[in-house]
């Protein structure tokens, strides 16, 4: 401070004036800098006056003492501040980082040179989260630097979503045996020991950390330290004996700058009269350098005294080398940055050249002080609205010699970018169980899970139904409606939608059976309206051939109702339209085969009675209608529409139809099957009739295959879903149409088509004639 004072006084900046200076001791005692303040603040205005006195307006108040610059403690510069706060005399510190000290409410006129420890603990969480580290300890100190800087880290640390493996406070004055035993030291590093903390933060001074590092030296204890400003350049603890089986350290000092001609100035020290110079003469005595052994005495006029008692040619060592070889540039800076922000927030004041201290009291200086804006070696020298100065953070890797030494390993902005020169050297990006078989990132299809221990993980599979990419995530993530993942999946898939689509190959297998299908039948209309007055088919039933063909028809256009995604139209109609057309059909069969019977059984009784039966339209009518009841039921009560079924199957989302129940269905297929196999009856007993055209055994094998397809359609459809329910479904009614047109029209369209010879009515009586003749029993029996 004295050598940036001396160049101040030596610049143009303010010409015919001199700055004088008053140096305290506060031994680290805030009792003592209370009094030091008290004196430094008597009012000159009063010469009767020694201290400051009681007023109720302090804006004339003056005092030899226009600014101050310390304290370098948070603590003693917090309780200075409130007395310096009275007649709003500057104070500036030049290490004082505490947060508490930004409040302008309580400390109007504290400004400091030194960033907050908003910054530098923003900076420790950036780097720990740059760095990949997952979990943090934290030791902090019962003072304002140790205590609030600690709780200023976890809040800055969940920014990050860094895990706080442990905070603990301990004594300002740990360092102290008498405070802080060896029960006490050892609590402090099984703490640490046990805990699962990647790093430790240590947030206190340099005494406490120096017996805290010498035990965890002592016990082994390996571990990664975050050294903030106050230790992070300690020449102290570099020093210690086995430092370099502690594990590494990194810190964090003020962007450090070497002051302009200050290691010059140094050296000159041991060529001046050190008589001159009591602050030299009490250094060399309290801290000899390399065994000097130097006796110094202030005597009662306040002159320094000398007595060299040793050749300082001695071990090749001198004062002066000594000095240069531990000049402290993190706070050498600041100091020099305090000095010269005073004198400049002088010039405005002071600018007619004729200053005095009885000019101006000392707010007036504040207030140019909060305006100073200026370059000094390339940093902005000015304070921002809570009197802070912006300046950024170089990052310290220390090499673990013996002794340490240290080197920049990288720079943190106040803007929050951080660089790290060599990253690989100090990120744990790569380590995935720590040294405390802890998880710190887990494989894709997993998550992080807390153990009993605080910030310790292990690592557990995702579930069904949900994924983790991985890597830092603590819960798995559902998959979406759509998609689906199987047990420790690290990502999704769509989930097929399943219905029968008409580019599948078994739709277009259907779609070209059915349309063969439909083909067939309008080419036997047309055969059979050309053809229509012959016996085939009139004995086939006539009319209702075509009536038969065309229910056939409606019964193959239901098929296509399968295919596609259902809607509520096509599920409300497929089965309908099929149950309908097909009953018609049968019921026209049924009209079929009782003419059959009527028409060769020569019985007059049972002719008679069969007669009842001979009303084809009645048949067909009443047959159809009961069904088309049934199936108008089933739509209205069973509420049958399309649904998207997404809980069935994890892997597929089910498009079918559904019903609320299948009752109405039953009683739709029993009916079927009932006609069927009344149709069945009646033609396998008419087998044997003088039948030249075999109606009654075609109608048979028919009947008999649709009862057959149906009965096995049950059992399958309860335990298939989705398109495969469609596809079975309309291979059945496929089976069953053309089972009835194979067997009953294909052999008509035959006997037109290739074997008309027989298609006569003389063919017919012939073959009549020989049937009989051949039976040993008369005729009109059965």
């Given at each position: 401070?004295?050598?940036?004072?001396?160049?101040?006084?030596?610049?143009?900046?303010?010409?015919?004036?001199?700055?004088?200076?008053?140096?305290y001791?506060?031994?680290?005692?805030?009792?003592?800098?209370?009094?030091?303040?008290?004196?430094?603040?008597?009012?000159?205005?009063?010469?009767?006056?020694?201290?400051?006195?009681?007023?109720?307006?302090?804006?004339?108040?003056?005092?030899?003492?226009?600014?101050?610059?310390g304290?370098?403690?948070?603590?003693?510069?917090?309780?200075?501040?409130?007395?310096?706060?009275?007649?709003?005399?500057?104070?500036?510190?030049?290490?004082?980082?505490?947060?508490?000290?930004?409040?302008?409410?309580?400390?109007?006129?504290?400004?400091?040179?030194?960033?907050?420890?908003?910054?530098?603990?923003?900076?420790?969480?950036?780097?720990?989260?740059?760095?990949?580290?997952?979990?943090?300890?934290?030791?902090g100190?019962?003072?304002?630097?140790?205590?609030?800087g600690?709780?200023?880290?976890?809040?800055?640390?969940?920014?990050?979503?860094?895990?706080?493996?442990?905070?603990?406070?301990?004594?300002?004055?740990?360092?102290?045996?008498?405070?802080?035993?060896?029960?006490?030291?050892?609590?402090?590093?099984?703490?640490?020991?046990?805990?699962?903390?990647?790093?430790?933060?240590?947030?206190?001074?340099?005494?406490?950390?120096?017996?805290?590092?010498?035990?965890?030296?002592?016990?082994?204890?390996?571990?990664?330290?975050?050294?903030?400003?106050?230790?992070?350049?300690?020449?102290?603890?570099?020093?210690?004996?086995?430092?370099?089986?502690?594990?590494r350290?990194?810190?964090?000092?003020?962007n450090?700058?070497?002051?302009?001609?200050?290691?010059?100035?140094?050296?000159?020290?041991?060529?001046?009269?050190?008589?001159?110079?009591?602050?030299?003469?009490?250094?060399?005595?309290?801290?000899?350098?390399?065994g000097?052994?130097?006796?110094?005495?202030?005597?009662?006029?306040?002159?320094?005294?000398?007595?060299?008692?040793?050749?300082?040619?001695?071990?090749?060592?001198?004062?002066?080398?000594?000095?240069?070889?531990?000049?402290?540039?993190?706070?050498?800076?600041?100091i020099?940055?305090?000095?010269?922000?005073?004198?400049?927030?002088?010039?405005?004041?002071?600018?007619?050249?004729?200053?005095?201290?009885?000019?101006?009291?000392?707010?007036?200086?504040?207030q140019?002080?909060?305006?100073?804006?200026?370059?000094?070696?390339?940093?902005d020298?000015?304070?921002?609205?809570?009197?802070?100065?912006?300046?950024?953070?170089?990052?310290?890797?220390?090499?673990?010699?013996?002794?340490?030494?240290?080197?920049?390993?990288?720079?943190?902005?106040?803007?929050?970018?951080?660089?790290?020169?060599?990253?690989?050297?100090?990120?744990?990006?790569?380590?995935?169980?720590?040294?405390?078989?802890?998880?710190?990132?887990?494989?894709?299809?997993?998550?992080?899970?807390?153990?009993?221990?605080?910030?310790?993980?292990?690592?557990?599979?995702?579930?069904?139904?949900?994924?983790s990419?991985?890597?830092?995530?603590?819960?798995?993530?559902?998959?979406?409606?759509?998609?689906?993942?199987?047990?420790?999946?690290?990502?999704?898939?769509p989930?097929?939608?399943?219905?029968?689509?008409?580019?599948?190959?078994?739709?277009?297998?259907?779609?070209?059976?059915?349309?063969?299908?439909?083909?067939?039948?309008?080419?036997?209309?047309?055969?059979?309206?050309?053809?229509?007055?012959?016996?085939v088919?009139?004995?086939?039933?006539?009319?209702?051939?075509?009536?038969?063909?065309?229910?056939?028809?409606?019964?193959?256009?239901?098929?296509?109702?399968?295919?596609?995604?259902?809607?509520?139209l096509?599920?409300?109609?497929?089965?309908?339209?099929?149950?309908?057309?097909?009953?018609?059909?049968?019921?026209?069969?049924?009209?079929v085969?009782?003419?059959?019977?009527?028409?060769?059984?020569?019985?007059?009784?049972?002719?008679?009675?069969?007669?009842?039966?001979?009303?084809?339209?009645?048949?067909?009518i009443?047959?159809?209608?009961?069904?088309?009841?049934?199936?108008?039921?089933?739509i209205?009560?069973?509420?049958?529409?399309?649904?998207?079924?997404?809980?069935?199957?994890?892997?597929?989302?089910?498009?079918?139809?559904?019903?609320?129940?299948?009752?109405?269905?039953?009683?739709?297929?029993?009916?079927?099957?009932?006609?069927?196999?009344?149709?069945?009856?009646?033609?396998?007993?008419?087998?044997?009739l003088?039948?030249?055209?075999?109606?009654?055994?075609?109608?048979?094998?028919?009947?008999?295959?649709?009862?057959?397809?149906?009965?096995?359609?049950?059992?399958?459809?309860?335990?298939?879903?989705?398109?495969?329910?469609?596809?079975?479904?309309?291979?059945?009614?496929?089976?069953?149409?053309?089972?009835?047109?194979?067997?009953?029209?294909?052999?008509?369209?035959?006997?037109?088509?290739?074997?008309?010879?027989?298609?006569?009515?003389?063919?017919?009586?012939?073959?009549?004639?020989?049937?009989y003749?051949?039976?040993?029993?008369?005729?009109?029996?059965?």
């Amino acid at each position: 401070m004295i050598h940036s004072i001396e160049m101040v006084n030596r610049s143009p900046d303010l010409p015919n004036i001199t700055l004088g200076y008053e140096i305290y001791d506060t031994c680290s005692d805030s009792t003592m800098a209370i009094k030091t303040i008290m004196r430094m603040m008597s009012d000159k205005s009063n010469g009767e006056a020694n201290c400051i006195p009681l007023k109720c307006n302090y804006m004339t108040y003056n005092s030899n003492i226009k600014a101050v610059i310390g304290e370098a403690s948070s603590e003693i510069s917090k309780a200075v501040a409130h007395l310096l706060s009275v007649p709003l005399m500057p104070q500036v510190s030049y290490s004082a980082t505490s947060v508490v000290l930004s409040d302008k409410s309580i400390y109007p006129s504290f400004l400091r040179t030194t960033p907050s420890d908003l910054h530098q603990t923003n900076a420790m969480a950036k780097l720990a989260s740059t760095l990949h580290w997952a979990s943090i300890g934290a030791i902090g100190s019962n003072d304002e630097y140790g205590y609030y800087g600690t709780e200023e880290f976890i809040v800055q640390a969940a920014k990050y979503n860094l895990c706080i493996s442990f905070k603990k406070i301990i004594q300002a004055l740990m360092f102290r045996k008498d405070v802080c035993g060896d029960i006490c030291l050892f609590e402090i590093l099984k703490v640490i020991n046990q805990s699962a903390a990647e790093a430790v933060i240590v947030f206190t001074k340099e005494a406490n950390v120096k017996r805290i590092l010498e035990g965890a030296i002592l016990y082994n204890i390996s571990q990664t330290w975050i050294a903030t400003d106050t230790w992070s350049t300690s020449v102290l603890i570099a020093g210690l004996p086995g430092i370099e089986r502690i594990g590494r350290i990194l810190g964090f000092v003020q962007n450090r700058q070497a002051v302009p001609y200050f290691r010059e100035y140094v050296r000159d020290l041991s060529k001046q009269n050190v008589s001159k110079n009591c602050f030299f003469n009490q250094y060399l005595k309290n801290y000899p350098p390399c065994g000097y052994n130097a006796v110094s005495d202030v005597s009662l006029s306040g002159q320094c005294r000398w007595n060299d008692s040793f050749d300082t040619k001695k071990n090749n060592c001198t004062p002066s080398d000594f000095l240069e070889s531990n000049i402290d540039e993190d706070s050498s800076f600041s100091i020099y940055l305090a000095v010269n922000a005073i004198s400049r927030a002088l010039v405005p004041i002071c600018k007619n050249n004729n200053c005095s201290i009885a000019d101006f009291p000392s707010w007036r200086l504040l207030q140019e002080l909060k305006r100073v804006n200026f370059s000094l070696k390339n940093v902005d020298v000015r304070f921002d609205k809570n009197g802070d100065f912006l300046l950024g953070y170089d990052i310290i890797g220390w090499k673990l010699t013996s002794p340490a030494q240290f080197e920049t390993i990288g720079i943190y902005k106040t803007s929050g970018e951080i660089v790290v020169y060599n990253e690989s050297q100090w990120t744990s990006k790569n380590i995935t169980v720590t040294a405390n078989m802890c998880y710190k990132v887990c494989k894709p299809g997993q998550k992080l899970t807390t153990t009993d221990r605080t910030c310790c993980f292990e690592c557990t599979a995702c579930l069904a139904g949900y994924y983790s990419s991985g890597g830092y995530e603590t819960e798995c993530k559902q998959c979406k409606e759509d998609e689906y993942s199987l047990n420790q999946s690290g990502s999704c898939i769509p989930r097929e939608i399943d219905f029968l689509r008409w580019n599948d190959t078994f739709a277009a297998i259907l779609i070209t059976l059915n349309s063969t299908g439909m083909a067939l039948i309008i080419l036997f209309i047309l055969v059979f309206s050309f053809h229509f007055n012959t016996p085939v088919i009139t004995c086939a039933g006539g009319p209702l051939c075509f009536v038969m063909l065309a229910s056939l028809l409606a019964s193959f256009f239901s098929v296509f109702t399968f295919v596609g995604q259902p809607t509520t139209l096509s599920c409300q109609i497929q089965q309908p339209l099929f149950a309908v057309s097909f009953t018609l059909c049968i019921a026209c069969t049924i009209a079929v085969i009782v003419q059959i019977f009527i028409a060769f059984t020569f019985d007059i009784e049972m002719n008679c009675k069969l007669q009842k039966f001979n009303k084809p339209v009645l048949i067909t009518i009443g047959c159809t209608t009961l069904q088309a009841v049934l199936c108008v039921l089933r739509i209205k009560l069973e509420k049958l529409d399309a649904i998207r079924d997404s809980r069935t199957f994890q892997e597929k989302i089910l498009y079918e139809c559904k019903a609320e129940s299948d009752v109405y269905f039953g009683l739709i297929l029993g009916y079927i099957a009932l006609l069927a196999l009344i149709c069945f009856i009646f033609a396998f007993k008419g087998r044997h009739l003088p039948d030249m055209y075999k109606n009654a055994k075609f109608i048979t094998i028919s009947m008999l295959i649709s009862i057959v397809a149906w009965a096995v359609f049950v059992p399958i459809r309860l335990t298939i879903t989705g398109k495969y329910l469609s596809a079975t479904e309309a291979s059945t009614i496929l089976v069953c149409n053309y089972s009835v047109l194979v067997c009953h029209f294909c052999p008509k369209v035959y006997v037109i088509l290739f074997n008309n010879e027989i298609n006569i009515e003389k063919a017919i009586s012939e073959h009549i004639r020989k049937h009989y003749e051949n039976q040993e029993a008369p005729p009109g029996s059965m």
